[in-house]
């Protein structure tokens, strides 16, 4: 059985680059079509594959400013050539679901999100406040088109897979689509508890963008007169720099090692914003801390309240503050916390996806769930 893996772009190692790897280990021999790829940028089992990339890779500087090429991603995509593929896998949050496959092949899709800057954060991404009036109002009419074509290409996939019971939600909405659940994989082998002393202060590890709402963390942790260490980069770091100081600090990009071991010796990881799953509060419970989450989003599938964590209904910085509160006055197991994130390990994803994999390739040609 031939396998095409599609990709939306290689250009670093996030949640979704968590989840080609282990697909990648799933099938390992599959040919990998992306439409950007960065050299050296992701895994070397990803980078060991036969990775293809779209025209729009020899664009001018297409590799640092893809973003920018945002409404070629419909011709770009389509542009790839499937018709040797038996089996085509997509693991999507922009274009990659939207592949034109042969007519016996079949299409099974990972989603990580419907486009959340065509659909329903435009703002977060777009908005005046983001990159100015003109701009702003030049691209939405643009990012209506997108999404439209994003609704009507749905149908190309046969199978969609999501990561969370929220995606889950957002693909009926959007797509009209049902799907099964199979969570993104966490390297619960990599993240364990040690014993190590734990130290008075918190810990937000995230890519500094805007809809990660890094910002009410911060501003959360001053209300509650909390120590909070944040870990990583981004266009917003600068911005963030300006609320810093005293006991909240930024520190930049980490080591996965100095990252597991903040982990282990924070009070708790918070996560301030709506993710569509969040691997970061996984990653802290196998260490055995808890989480103080947003009660939205993929916060809902992976966070016991009161047992591995603290969800907070309101959001906003004063109900963060109240999070980290309510994290200080109670005690947490560590055992427990770790139990439960090993239900998200790599084994639970391979075998969740080999199963959905079974049923697509065993149903009738054309079959849709």
Known sequence: MRVALIHDWLTGYRGGEKALDALCQVFPSADLFTLFH?????????????????????????????????????WAIEQFNLD???????????????????????????????????????EAYFGAERIGR????????????????????????????????????????????????????????????????VTPHFL????????????????????????????????????????????????????DEAIRDLYRRSVATILPG??????????????????????RGGALDTVVPDVTGVLVDAPGAEGLADGYRRILAQSWDSAVIRTHAERFSHEAFVDGIRRATDEVMAAPPGHTW
């Open 38 to 74: 960065v050299p050296g940028s992701t895994s070397p089992t990803i980078e060991h594959r036969r990775i293809t990339a779209s025209p729009l890779q020899w664009l001018p500087a297409a590799t640092r400013r893809y973003r920018e090429y945002l409404p070629l991603f419909p």
């Open 84 to 122: 040797g593929y038996d089996l085509v896998v997509s693991t999507s949050h922009c274009a990659a679901k939207s592949v034109i496959v042969s007519g016996r092949a079949r299409h099974l899709c990972y989603c990580l999100t419907p486009m959340r800057y065509a659909w329903d954060q435009f």
């Open 204 to 255: 937000s590890v995230s890519a500094l963008v805007p809809y990660k709402r890094v910002d009410l963390a911060m501003q959360a942790a001053r209300q509650a007169g909390v120590a909070l260490t944040v870990v990583g980069d981004g266009p917003e770091r600068r911005a963030l720099e300006a609320l810093a100081g005293g006991q909240v600090r930024l520190v930049g990009r980490q080591s």
């Open 134 to 197: 003109v701009p702003s109002a030049l691209l939405r009419p643009v990012m209506a088109r997108l999404a439209r074509w994003d609704r009507d290409t749905a149908h190309r996939v046969h199978r969609y897979v999501a990561i969370s019971q929220y995606v889950a939600r957002r693909i009926r909405a959007y797509y009209n689509r049902e799907s099964s659940v199979v969570f993104p994989p966490v390297d619960t082998t990599f993240y364990t508890p040690a014993a190590v002393p």
């Open 274 to 295: 709506e993710e569509d799953f969040g691997i970061v509060p996984v990653e802290a419970q196998a260490c055995g801390r808890p989480v103080v989450a947003l009660a």
